[in-house]
Structures are given as C-alpha cells and as structure tokens.
C-alpha cells in the first residue's frame, strides 16, 4: 500500500523560508512524480509545483516561480518543498500528492499525504 | 489559466438522496483530464474520479463522473452517511487548477 508520510507542523517568521518532507513508501518512488499542493485555511487547493524524482527536473506554477524549491532524494524515497520569503499569507496545510506517472503534468494525484500545517506569525 | 467554477456552492440534501454536483471550465479541458475529488474535515482529498468519468480505485459505484469540454458533473445516486464532505474538481491538461468546491452537508 502506498503511502506518503510528512513531516510535523512548523511555525515561521515573517521572511523566513521552511522545508517539508514527504517520504514514500510501498511503491516504486523514482517512477512517479510528486507534487505540492497547499490549502490555505478554509480555502481551496493550489498546485505549487512538482518532480520528477528519476530526472530531478522540477515545474512550478508561475505564482511561486523563485520562491518554490521542489527537490528529491531517491535514496531516502523523499521528495522535499522548501518555501522562502515566508509571510502571513503562507499560512497553509501543504500536502504532497503523487502523480499516476512518471511526468509531472497531465496527471491526477492518486495518493496524498496527510498534510503540514505551516504558520507564518511573527 | 483554466479557471474551474463548481456550483452549487453547497448542497444540502439528506442521506439517500441523489446529488448532482457542476464544474465549468474557462475554457475546453482537453482530452478530459478533469478529475473529482473528496475532502472531509482534517483529511488530505481524496481522489474519485478521473479522466472525467474513470473510478478511482476503490470508490463505490455511487459515484460516476461525465462531461467534456467544459462541463463536467459528478453525481452520487444515493447519499450515504460518509459522503457528507466537500467535493474539488480539478483540471489537469494545462498545468493544475481546482475549483472552489461544493460541499454536500446534511439537510
């Protein structure tokens, strides 16, 4: 059975940045690529970006272009999300979702993680 | 950028009930890469329905998905208790969008 196990919840300052893990277990990580996607609260869901572990290359959605780092450890069947210049607005849940295949785009998410919540207070 | 409207923007029916939810699009999803999903209260979503009509695995055979082009709907043909949630289209041909959702609370 495939599942995707976070990392806990954090708290930020307003200008820093926090990374989120999202480790893999039960499939074949390098096979399937991972996206993030948030969920502010109350809020519905935006796709921030994804990888494709096997080649490493990322996409991100233009809204978080040079704010979003999406990287992967195939060793460690971990795929990360960094967020930087944090600030209120990014108060959110951020879930890790894999794609059904190996290419970031025209995929739907069968497997999700269980979410982080991500305040950024001062 | 695909922008996906959902309406009703609640629906209040009771168990046992039929439950026809909307999705429009923008513009047309090609090749229907339109999927549905189900959130409840503290849980990641929870995928449905993909392909706009195609079952996830494991989803009961109340739930069916139709549609292409720009419209889409999901129904569920009788309300169970467990249903009660909202529900999330999403696009999936040009980069991602989701709608706002519908959530199906009970009456």
């Known amino acids: 059975q495939v599942q995707l196990v976070q990392s806990g919840a954090e708290v930020k ?7 989120v893990s999202c480790k893999a277990s039960g499939g074949t990580f390098s096979s399937y690529a991972i996206s993030w996607v948030r969920q502010a609260p109350g809020q519905g869901l935006e796709w921030m970006g994804g ?4 080649f490493g290359t990322a996409n991100y959605a233009q809204k978080f272009q040079g704010r979003v780092t999406i990287t992967a450890d195939e060793s460690t069947s971990t795929a990360y999300m960094e967020l930087s210049s944090l600030r209120s607005e990014d108060t959110a849940v ?3 979702a894999r794609a059904n295949g190996t290419t970031v785009i025209r995929r739907y998410f069968d497997y999700w993680g269980q979410g982080t919540l991500v305040t950024v207070s001062s | 950028e695909i922008v996906l409207t ?3 923007g609640t629906l209040s029916l009771s168990p046992g009930e039929r439950a026809t939810l909307s999705c429009r699009a ?3 999803v090609s090749s229907s890469y339109l999927a549905w999903y189900q959130q409840k209260p503290g849980q990641a979503p929870r995928l ?3 392909g706009a009509s195609s079952r996830a695995t494991g989803i009961p055979d109340r739930f069916s998905g139709s549609g292409s082009g720009t419209d889409f709907t999901l129904t569920i043909s009788r309300l169970e208790p467990e249903d009660f949630a909202v529900y999330y289209c999403q696009q999936y041909g040009s ?3 989701f709608g706002p959702g519908t959530k199906v609370d009970i009456k």
């Open chain 1, 94 to 96: 951020y879930y890790c």
């Open chain 2, 26 to 28: 923008s513009q047309s």
């Open chain 2, 48 to 50: 449905l329905i993909y």
């Open chain 2, 95 to 97: 980069l991602f969008t």
């Open chain 1, 13 to 19: 300052k307003p200008g820093s940045s926090v990374k």
């Open chain 1, 51 to 54: 990888i494709i572990p096997i």
């Open chain 2, 6 to 8: 959902q309406s009703p």
